[in-house]
């Protein structure tokens, strides 16, 4: 399989805000941990999804830089949720040909985890499927900031002249350098908020903000919503042809 699908006008791009475990797992009067558990085993039939659907890029957004501010047992138990499904997981996705990268800050990581996240990006980059990339301490604002960072230190350093700075330009530092822009946003549960994904990348996005909790979303649903995007006519600011 190659990674350029011709989906017919589909978005190629999918990212997703995994919204509503905590909620999920309280109506069954279960901890918040074992929703996130259920959203993770909910990752792969999505993934698995792509291919029929026309997606090349489904982007998910596991962790923000602002989920630090949960419970200390919450953040361990979903650090190490994420230390396990990475094991497991890539032989998995290295048989369906996906590749896997992280976007966000690595610095708040714990060690383990970041060798387990450059192993998979190691181990899956030969994978010319599904490019599966998981945002894990990721915030918009704090990726641009990033970004502006090493932009500066290349004008500063010479390699860079202010004059040459335009649009195009800051993508190349952003976390998402190789990535095409998200055509489709999808947030589950019901909250209508962009919770500071994917801001400079998704300036011409489509957003789906749908109810369904996270753990329940599954493969028909996501199928639906790529197809309806199909039907719709995206304009970048200019007028109808
Ligand atoms: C939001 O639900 C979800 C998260 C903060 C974590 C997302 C993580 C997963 C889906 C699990 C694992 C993912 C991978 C890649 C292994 P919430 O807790 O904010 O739900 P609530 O709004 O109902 O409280």
Not at 44 to 55: D, T
Not at 141 to 148: F, G, I, L, M, N
Not at 166 to 175: A, G, I, N, S, V
Not at 211 to 230: I, M, R
Request: net charge neutral.
């Amino acid at each position: 399989m190659g990674s350029e699908t011709d989906n017919n006008g589909g978005p190629r791009h999918v990212a997703i805000i995994m919204d509503g475990n905590g909620r999920w797992a309280q109506a069954r009067g279960r901890p918040r941990l074992f929703g996130h558990h259920a959203g993770a085993r909910r990752v792969r039939e999505i993934v698995e999804a792509c291919p029929v659907s026309g997606v090349d890029y489904l982007t998910i957004f596991a962790f923000s830089t602002e989920n630090w501010k949960r419970t200390q047992t919450e953040v361990a138990g979903l650090m190490g949720l994420f230390r396990r499904y990475i094991t497991k997981e890539m032989q998995e996705f290295v048989r369906e040909n996906v590749r896997v990268r992280f976007i966000g800050d690595r610095v708040r990581l714990d060690r383990k985890l970041i060798v387990l996240m450059d192993e998979a990006e190691e181990l899956t980059k030969h994978c010319d499927g599904t490019n599966l990339t998981i945002a894990l301490n990721y915030g918009g604002r704090d990726e641009v900031a990033r970004a502006t960072k090493r932009l500066a230190e290349d004008v500063a350093a010479g390699k860079l002249d202010p004059k040459d700075v335009d649009e195009e330009t800051l993508p190349k530092y952003l976390d998402t350098c190789v990535l095409p822009d998200p055509d489709l946003v999808i947030r589950t549960s019901g909250e209508a908020r962009i919770s500071n994904f994917l801001l400079w990348q998704s300036a011409y996005a489509e957003y789906e903000f749908i109810d369904t909790l996270w753990p329940d979303f599954t493969s028909a649903e996501f199928k639906q919503l790529v197809a309806s995007y199909g039907g719709r006519e995206r304009r970048f600011g200019g007028v109808k042809s």
